[in-house]
Every structure is written in C-alpha cells, then in structure tokens.
C-alpha cells in the first residue's frame, strides 16, 4: 500500500497494482524532452505576464535542465505513483528546486499539457518520416537509371501481360512515395496548432500569452477553442493513416521483391545484409526483411483501427481513454522509419539479374498485344485483330512455339495483311521502345518520367 498521490480528497491508502494499471509513465516517458521544451516555454511566458517572477523562472527552468541532464544519464527515476511523465517530471523538479517547482503548473493542466507534448512529438516524426521516404525515392530513382534499358515481364493478375522496362516498373513506387509525402507534409498544417493554455477544458482565469508560448514553441497557428484543443486527437488518426499507407506500399514493393527473389523468377538477388538462412535447410537465403516489412504492414493498420475506435464514441473533451493514443503512434513511427529504412538499404544493395529478365520476355506470350496493334495499323477492326491474335496463341500453344517462332505464312494463313516487317514488331525491346504515350514505359517516356522525377525532388 502507498500514499494516494493527489492528497486532498484523496485521504485512503492507493493499491500498487491499481497504481501500475492507472500509470503511463512506463511509455510516455518518451514524452520528457518534448515535456520540459513545453514546461520551459509555459514557465517563460508566466514570468513574461508577471504571474511567477524572473527569479522563480530562472531557478524553474534551471531545474528543468537538471531534470532532463538526470533523465540523459539515467539518473532519473520514475513512479507509477506519480503517474505519467508531467507528474513524474514535477515530482523531480520540486524535489531539486523545492515548493517553487509547484508553480509551474500555474495556468496549466496535464490535458493541455500532454496534447502539447503529442503535437511536439508527431510534428517532428512527421518530418523525421518524410526525410525518410524522400531517401528511398533517390534510391528507387537512382536504380531506374541505372537499370533504364532493363526489359522485364509486366504482369496483370500475376500473369504475363506485356513487356515493360524494370525502371518503369520501379518508378511506380516513387510515386506512391511521393503521394506519401505530399499526405504527411498536408498535414502539418494540423499538427502544427499550440494548444497550450486550453486548461483542462475552459481555459484559464490568469492573463496568459498564448501566441508567445506558441512562438516558442515554434508552432504556426493556436487552437481557437480550449475544448477542442485538449480532446482533438484527429492529427494522431490522420498520421497514423498516413503511416500505414507508407507501410501498404512498402508491404506491396516487399511482395515484388519476394517474388522477383524466388527461384522460379530469379529476377533479382538481394545482399546477404538483408537476407536470412533456414536452421534446418543449408541451401535457404529468405527474404525475411521484405517479408517482415509485409507482416508489420498489419501492425500499423491495427494501431489506425485502435485509434479510430478508441476516439469514436468519447465526448468532450479530455477522457482517461485517451492515454491509449500513444502506445500504437509510438510504435507505428518506429516501424515505419525502421521500414524505411531497411527497404532503402535492400534497393541500394539488390542485383538485377538482366539475363534471366531477357530471356524471360523471349519465352512468353506478353508481346501478343503488339501483334494485335500491329494487324490495327494495317487497318484492321481491334475486334478482329484481338481474334486473329488470340488464334495465333492457341496455335503457338498446340504446337509448343512462340509467336516469333510462326513462319510468315502461318501468319498469313490467319491473316494476309501481317509483312516480314512483324518479326522486328514482336521484338520485346521493340514492343517496349513503341509505348512512347506520356507515362508509358517506352525508353523515351521512361526518361520523361525521370526528369519529371528528379523535378519533384528539386536535383
């Protein structure tokens, strides 16, 4: 049994494990810098407005420091007594600098206390995320460069489509990152607001100065209204769902990897930095990076969901369920930077096995869309031609061939307008180079795309 922490009408005994259950302490711990960055702010502003004297500022923000210099060198101990990360940093604070740390709290409540430190914190992982994708762009764009006369298999329902250039196929996830980062760098105009001064829930009867406290801060606008601003959760929900869209993105660009890597593709080979062997299986090399990368995809959509019921049915304003918002943020920002990163060292160090990638679109069927286009410019209704083209694969099929491997007057037998000139047609290269249309895949308008690519990153 231990002392009731809040004194007052609290005057019984409190249950330890009851004290353990109530705390946060042992997560929004993470929360001390950003906690002592508002406190030192909220102290400056109180002496600023003459509510605690410069002499009580100096020595609370002194102690603050000392506080945060003990958390550093992990000489500062916590209390699920004391809660969570405001009370355990008070608790410190007085206990260096005596009953005038108590003054601190003037004006203020832990609700707008704690959605001070959360915009902090989700304002700087937020940039600390787009730097990240941006990093993993320069490497996808770099690997298209290098790889721009790279021939692959395209695919429809995992089947054999058309023929496409790998650095066509690798730009589509730069910009799905760039979607990302356009989402993320929208919203810090809502994760960017101070509510510092809202109070618990109305505000305060001191003359306080919101726009310093959010200048220091460095935050470009306020909450207008106090209610709004301690119970808004909307800028976690808003990150989290733009963190999970980075993470479907990346779970999709794991999934190509898996299967590029497999043996029955053998399109790529990654490092041995990012792959793993079998405890029973010598011969293994498992992509588990890209396939942990899929699993954790689950993770941060779970965290969304959480979020999203938990806010649901809450009324205004501040509720003990919101101490629930930050465990899922605090790990979905883990597992998204770490993701990130993992996914940009495996595209840096991963091999193109171009060979196999040539002789892959040699052997297939993928350039019978070409023939069909091709029966089209001698002027022949799609219908038709699609018909005749589907003819010819069956026939190919029948006799184990290719199309290439059809004599001229097989072709003509199914049609008298198809020339010589179709061999050089059905040429995967070929195929590729004629899609020239504004964001095909042709050479021409894959070197378009990198310019316009390389124009959104500012090189």
Known sequence: MTKKAWGGRFQGEALEWVDAFNASIHFDKVLIEKDITGSIAHATMLAAQGIITAEERDKIIEGLKSVLDDYDAGRLEFSVQHEDIHMNVEHALISKIGEVGGKLHTARSRNDQIATDMHLYIKEKAYEIIESIETLQYTILNLAKENIHVVMPGYTHLQRAQPVLFSHHIMAYFWMLKRDKDRFNDSLARIDLSPLGAGAI???TFDIDREQTQELLGFSDIYQNSMDAVSDRDYIIETLSNISLVMVHLSRLSEEIIFWMSEEANFVQL???????????????????????RGKSARTTGALTSMLMLVKGLPLTYNKDLQEDKEGVFDAVTTVTGSLRIMTGMLETMTINEDVLEQTVEKDFSNATELADYLVEKGVPFRKAHEVVGELVLKCINDSKYLKDLSLAEFQAHHPSIDEDL???LTPKVVVDRRKSLGGTGTEAVEKQLSAAEATLSI
């Not at 992509?287 to 942990?292: I, K």
Request: proline residues 7%.
């Open 202 to 204: 109305s505000g305060t």
């Open 423 to 425: 061999y050089t047609v």
């Open 271 to 293: 490092s041995d930095q990012f792959t793993t062997g079998s405890s029973m299986m010598p011969q293994k090399k498992n992509p588990d990076m890209a396939e942990l990368i």
